[in-house]
């Protein structure tokens, strides 16, 4: 793949006027931009018939630095955001950019129904185990013995595996990555972006000032070598014994799949009313 | 165009039913809900007609995501509705607020019901009075109707729309279970007899790179629809004209708030309807909303006939709210009594615009029945 320099994507797809981000140093968000921003350039797609969706959290702020249309919306309500602008013109193709916090906690309702529905938009999931705009307390996701401001002895809750629920509710295609695998992460947003229906991707992506501090890695290479070791490759994953596997957080792509989308379905069912009604033969 | 019902005509149908047939009439093409007594009539309607009209009818997961999901679906150019009741209503204040400081416009049905909580799901109330005009947070405003006849209903809903076009705001057809679950003879028009406003859109790129601003001097920017080639940024944070967040400038945030708030007030003429029956010389006033409005009618002519001079004021818009006329009314008349099912609701709106210039007193009556006529003469005559 030809790498374009990042000052050509920066340059076409963000909004000078509202840089610099609210993003802090070491913070992964920029590179999943990124990876997004090159996804949507390699595949030539309109700029004008994108429209960026988001709730809240650090991660819900990328639809202002993106000159695209953009609705960021209230905390975990983004998809049902989402679910009214893509009925409402299917001609719109709908990135929706979330936290962890954003996506499985508050808004995990609205995840489960999207996915189940198929609704189809590309949902670009930040994963930093925590709650990074207010402060570093624990996210769903936070694996457990993890520290955030609300678990400071350590998560004791079971944490959510997003990418394996996306996969059990329905979704046509989710990988998870961490933001250290760029080529697999720009690869999976361009196959998310290319099909119908929902598609994820979940990224790993250090927060170190509000989670890495919390957790003795101070640092975003601290955080990277972290997901270096607890990531693991699905292949080998599936020949690892579950105790091995324990703490562990498995990467790659989970499903491939083309079962049609709440747009197609509900075409269909629109030519079905009418020819129940008589209106069409 | 094909309607999946008879228009030009009139039909003998329930308010929820009447509802549904006028938003559709009145452009509605996108509808998103959740079941809940005694509105799920008006998404059953919903259900069966948008499909037929290239409309919209979704089922979401809650009222959260059905506020929500009309939001969505306006920015994407339709116009759209919700309905619920009060507990549903009060689950989609958060993205009410976020149509308010969006300047989304939307229409959110609120049949009203006993509560608090889930209360008496089958029997009408006015409880929610407070609620529709001041349920989400912050300081904001909305637009209030309030039908008190299937007829109203119909013709409110259109309004509604239309108002919620015209001003770029979330508009409330605030109605009861009693009028949703009541049939009457409506005139359901036909299509080319049907008043309908659509949204100002952007006339050039500066309109369109000013989603907040106020162009036209008139307090309601253009709105530039999605997909459109205009990449607006829309967000619930303080915004400045361009859409930008500026959530620490205490500047930017007083003027977006008060042009939200002053768009309306400035249209108060504009917005602010009712009616009024036997007002001119009448000495004890009744001042009333929705359903109860049609027993205060018949306790009017009662007390007429016993001598009272007695006049109703029947309020279809209850906000913004038009305390000038009532401090006028107050003037005039000795007394002005506010029948309404809660326990106070509408009469401290009524209360503050008599300021003092006639006596106000609450007839409340909560448990699920429209006070009776005589309940009201009763009260009035001691």
């Known amino acids: 793949m030809y790498l374009k320099s990042a000052y050509e994507i920066r340059d076409k797809y963000l909004r000078k006027d509202m840089l610099p981000t609210i993003f802090c140093p070491g913070c992964g968000i920029g590179s999943a931009l990124q990876y997004t921003l090159r996804a949507i350039d390699d595949l030539g797609l309109n700029q004008d018939e994108i429209v960026w969706v988001s709730g809240i959290g650090c991660s819900s702020r990328v639809p202002g630095f993106v000159n695209f249309d953009g609705l960021h919306t209230t905390h975990g309500r983004a998809l049902a955001f989402a679910t009214g602008i893509k009925l409402a013109n299917p001609d719109l193709k709908i990135i929706a950019f979330m936290g962890d916090g954003d996506a499985a906690a508050i808004g995990g309702n609205h995840l489960i129904h999207a996915i189940r529905r198929n609704l189809d938009i590309t949902v670009i999931l930040i994963n930093n185990f925590t709650y990074g705009m207010t402060g570093g307390q624990v996210a769903p996701t936070a694996l457990k013995g993890l520290r955030g401001t609300t678990a400071p002895y350590g998560q004791f809750e079971n944490p959510f595996d997003i990418a394996d629920l996306a996969v059990s509710a329905g979704a046509n295609y989710v990988a998870r990555w961490s933001v250290f695998n760029y080529l697999q992460g720009i690869n999976s947003i361009k196959k998310a972006l290319s099909k119908e229906g929902f598609t994820l991707v979940e990224f790993l992506s250090p927060c170190p000032i509000s989670f890495g501090r919390r957790n003795r890695m101070k640092t975003a290479p601290e955080l990277l070598r972290w997901y270096q070791k607890i990531t693991v490759p699905l292949a080998k994953a599936k020949k690892m014994p579950p105790e091995e596997l324990e703490g562990k957080i498995v990467i790659g792509e989970f499903a491939d799949r083309d079962r049609p989308g709440l747009v197609r379905e509900y075409e269909a069912y629109k030519k079905r009313a009418k020819k129940m009604m008589g209106w069409e033969e | ?382």
């Open chain 2, 1 to 382: 165009m094909r309607y999946p019902f008879p228009v030009g005509k009139s039909d003998f149908i329930q308010g929820d039913e009447a509802i549904a047939r006028a938003a559709i009439l009145g452009g509605c093409r996108f509808y998103a809900g959740y079941p809940i007594t005694p509105a799920s009539e008006i998404f059953e309607a919903m259900a069966l007609y948008m499909p037929l009209v290239d409309g919209v009818s979704i089922q979401m997961e809650d009222e959260l995501a059905s506020m929500a999901a009309i939001i969505g679906a306006s920015w994407a150019g339709a116009k759209a509705m919700t309905a619920t009741s009060g507990p549903g209503f009060s689950l989609m204040q958060e993205n009410l607020g976020y149509a308010v400081m969006t300047e989304t416009p939307v229409v959110v049905v609120d049949v009203q019901r006993g509560g608090p909580s889930t209360g008496q799901p089958t029997l009408a109330a006015q409880g929610d009075i407070m609620q529709a005009i001041w349920g989400t947070h912050g300081d904001h405003s909305l637009i209030v109707l309030s039908p008190s006849t299937v007829q109203e209903a119909f013709d409110f809903t259109i309004r509604a729309f239309n108002l919620a076009e015209k001003y770029r705001t979330p508009v409330v057809l605030l109605t009861d279970a009693e009028i949703a679950h009541m049939r009457e003879r409506v005139y359901i028009p036909n299509p080319g007899e049907v008043e309908i406003i659509d949204r100002k859109l952007p006339e050039n790129e500066e309109e369109a790179r000013l989603p907040f601003g106020d162009p036209h001097g008139d307090g309601v920017p253009p709105m530039p629809i999605f997909g459109r080639g205009y990449r607006t940024y829309v967000t619930g944070l303080t915004h400045d004209e361009r859409g930008r967040p500026k959530t620490v400038d205490a500047e930017v945030h007083e003027k977006l708030i008060r042009r939200i708030i002053e768009k309306l007030e400035r249209n108060r003429e504009d917005i602010i309807s009712y009616d009024a029956f036997e007002l001119d010389d009448a000495e004890v006033a009744i001042v009333s909303t929705g359903i109860v409005s049609r027993s205060a009618v018949r306790a009017v002519k009662i007390l007429r006939e016993k001598g009272v001079k007695a006049g109703l004021l029947k309020l279809n818009t209850i906000w913004p709210f038009d305390f000038d006329m009532i401090e006028e009314l107050a003037g005039q008349v000795n007394k002005i009594y506010v029948p309404e099912m809660n326990l106070g609701q509408l009469y401290h709106l009524v209360k503050e615009g008599a300021n003092g210039k006639a006596e106000v007193e609450l007839i409340a009556k909560i448990g699920g029945e429209v006070h009776t006529p005589m309940e009201i003469v009763e009260r009035v005559v001691g």
